[in-house]
Structure formats: C-alpha cells, structure tokens
C-alpha cells in the first residue's frame, strides 16, 4: 500500500493467507424471495420482469387478488431465527467461514439500512438485524464472516434512470449502492466482501476500484478482508481478490489463481423452495466429492443453504452438513490448509485426487477398490515410505506397481456389501516424491 484506484494496483495486494487455509465456506441466501419459496431466489424478476406465466399462476393461486412482491416482506418474519443455532451448525459442518445475502438483486435488506427505507429486515419483516445477529453469533465460534452484497437491484428507480441513460449517471450508485456498501463495512467489519450483480455495467460505473483503494489503504478491515471478482462486466475471471468465474465453476486444470467453486445443495435454486424434492438435493458422497476436486485444484468450496422464511433450516440440508462435518472429522487433515500437490488426480482416472502439506502427500479416493488394493500410480516411493490411512490406526502395507514408480496398497478390510461404500476416504504417504 498505498493501492491506486486501478486493477494492476489492487490486483497485486496479497490475498490474506487465512482464506486459503480455510478451504469450506457456508452460503446463506435468504430475503424476501423466502417467503414465495418457488421457482428460485429470482423469483421477482421471473414473476415481473420477464412475466413469466408460470409465476403470474402461482401468485393467482395462492396470494390474495392485487398482490405486489413489496407485500410479501410482512410475511418474512424470521420467527425462528436463531443464530447461534445457525454458528452451532456450520462450525459443525467444519465450515470456517460464513457469507450471508445482505441484500439480492431484490434490493431488500437484511440489515437496517438507512438507504432502504422500509425495505429493510429492521423496519419490516422480523424487525431484526439479521445481518448482526448472525455476525456475532459465527464470531462467539470462531467462524468468519462473509457479506453477500448485490451491486445492483432490478427494479430500484434509480438503477433504472442510469441503465436507462446508458450508464453514464451515477445516481444509484452515489444514493444507495456505495453508501450502503461503506456501512455494512464500517458497521460489521466482515472478513470477506462477496459481490454479485455486476454484469450489467462496467466497473467505472459502480466506482469498484475507489471502494477497493478505500478497502485496501483505510478501512478497519483493511489486512483482514478478501474479495472476489464481481467488480463490473468483464471483472469476472481477471480482477478482485479470489476468482468465482461463474456459478459452480469447475476449472478442468489447476489454476494459477486462488478461486473458489461456489455449489448449491438444492440442485435447482439457492433460495429456499418449499417444492423441493428429495431428488433435487445434492447427495453427501456429491457434496465431498466437489470439496475433494475443488481443494485438490487450489479452490475453496462454498456450499450453499436456503433457509425458510421463519429462518430455519430445513432437516434434509443440517443432515447434509453434518455428514460433510463428520467426515471432515476424519479427513480434514487433507483438506484444512493444504496445498495442490505436483499431480492433481490419477491420470487414470478422477476417483483419485491429491492434495499435500508439508512434505507429507494425501491421496483421496471417491470409490473403494473391489479388491481393496489401491493403484496409484503418480507417487515414487523411496525405502523410507510409509502408507496411514485417516482414521485408521496403524500403517498399511505397500508394495511399488513398477520398479520406482507407483504404489499398490493394501487397505484395511471393509465388511462385505453387495455395494461398495462410497463417500471418500484418504491414504497419507510419507517419503515419495
């Protein structure tokens, strides 16, 4: 520092070592768009900005005549809102960090913002800063805390007159968006800034790299915060603190830049549904198998949960959370603070991921072997190798598959199953190259 209001300045500002360390988040979109809980969290922008029929059935059928979307925030109510429940269940689901929808593209806040008049969780609705209340309940255990914001809002008047002008006034961003984005800072202090709703106009137009200058030289967050890429059309993949890409992205290679992959556990919307089925809920071998891959490809994995309207989460996602909990138990010592390795999977096959820390080399394998002899073949093995298996005492024996190149080992015996167990387990090799 001091970092210019320019990408190659900001760009260049290090990433704070705990966000790679942390490795799995929680994603939390809950709003207005709670309370129909159908279709998706874009559900005022289906219902009213595309017309969409299906939408304009469902408000018929089960609103009163002349319903408007500003009169579904009564009925978010948060009745059964409790955070430290909230903090209890992803400190146990392992999450290190947390970022909650402060505001969605809806322009509802989940704070009392004084730049929202009436359209705020204070003033309206639960009548709760939900955004504090989960703040200090995450930070009472340990956990950091992400803010969700949306640079943009749909139907905001003011957002309209500068789309309408081609983006060349600032209205909204001078009144509303930065004025709200400084004080969710300097009111909560969050480690991690996730913005979203930048694809419309470029960053000179959101003022981006004067708030990150601000972010990076003066704010009370300044060494702590991260941030990702949605800074402006165009930012996505090339600008901010860690890359998102896009939704549920994948890079097929390891990236030369910290990313993360950010999922859903309901497969079809990141707010709640109430028409969700048990089909459309990713399974617990799914969810670690996209913690494996991410990790292994230097990514965090950020997974998502939509609470209901009341603010409970539903029992199918705490019972997901709490697999993937239990089974970090186990393995996190190949997930928290790990590092790509030389090789990322088996060129075999992608059952097999590697992860590394420190000279020690973790070998994660999604399916177990019919014979329970595990092949791998990228690791050279020395005299001194020695083979453990988390969660199991004792060492495994290993033989090499070629002279001075691959491993062949014999994993501990798994009861007979006319399926074989399928949610991931890893091997630590100590001593190969």
């Not at 970022?99 to 359209?119: A, Q, Y």
């Not at 709760?128 to 992400?146: F, H, I, Q």
């Not at 617990?284 to 989460?313: F, R």
């Amino acid at each position: 520092p001091p970092y210019r209001p320019q990408w190659p300045s900001l760009d260049a500002r290090p990433l704070p070592a705990w966000f790679d360390r942390a490795k799995l988040g929680v994603f939390v979109h809950w709003g207005v768009f709670s309370v129909p809980a159908w279709g998706s969290e874009w559900f005022w922008w289906h219902w009213r900005g595309e017309r969409d029929a299906a939408y304009e059935r469902f408000v018929r059928s089960r609103f009163p005549p002349g319903t408007s979307y500003a009169d579904f925030a009564p009925r978010f109510t948060a009745h059964d809102f409790q955070p430290r429940q909230w903090a209890e269940l992803f400190w146990r689901a392992g999450a290190r960090y947390v970022v909650l929808t402060t505001k969605h593209h809806e322009g509802f806040t989940n704070w009392g913002s004084p730049r929202s008049w009436n359209w705020n969780s204070v003033d309206t609705g639960p009548h709760r800063d939900l955004v504090g209340e989960l703040g200090e309940a995450l930070r009472e255990r340990k956990l950091r805390y992400g803010l969700y914001h949306s640079l943009m809002e749909w139907f905001n008047p003011l957002y309209l007159a500068d789309k309408k002008s081609g983006f060349k006034t600032q209205g909204f961003v001078t009144k509303k968006m930065m004025p709200e984005l400084y004080d969710l800072v300097l009111k909560y202090k969050p480690d991690l800034i996730w913005s979203d709703g930048d694809w419309e106009a470029p960053d000179s137009y959101w003022n981006s790299t004067s708030f990150l200058a601000w972010l990076y030289n003066d704010s009370p967050i300044k060494d702590t915060v991260v941030v990702n890429d949605r800074w402006g059309k165009g930012c996505s993949c090339r600008h901010g603190g860690f890359y998102n890409c896009a939704d549920k992205y994948r890079p097929g290679t390891l990236p030369d830049h910290k990313w993360e992959m950010c999922s859903s556990l309901d497969k079809l919307s990141w707010g709640y549904r109430s028409n969700m089925s048990i089909a459309e809920v990713m399974g617990e071998a799914s969810v670690i198998e996209e913690l494996v891959q991410t990790v292994s490809l230097g990514g965090n994995y950020l997974l998502n949960v939509g609470p209901t309207k009341e603010g409970v989460i539903v029992p199918i996602f705490q019972e997901r959370l709490l697999a993937l909990g239990k089974w970090l138990d186990i393995n996190g010592e190949a997930i928290y603070e790990s590092q790509p390795w030389r090789v990322q999977m088996e060129n075999s096959t992608d059952t097999v991921w590697y992860t590394s820390k420190g000279p020690a080399v973790y070998a994660i394998f999604l399916l177990w072997p019919r014979d329970s002899v595990l092949k791998l073949r990228s690791p050279v093995p020395c005299t001194a190798t020695r083979v453990t298996m988390l969660g199991y005492a004792g060492t495994l024996k290993w033989q090499e598959e070629s002279p001075g190149k691959g491993l062949l080992i014999t994993l501990p015996y798994v009861l007979p199953s006319p399926l074989p167990p399928q949610s991931g387990w890893a091997v630590k090799l100590e001593g190969v190259l």
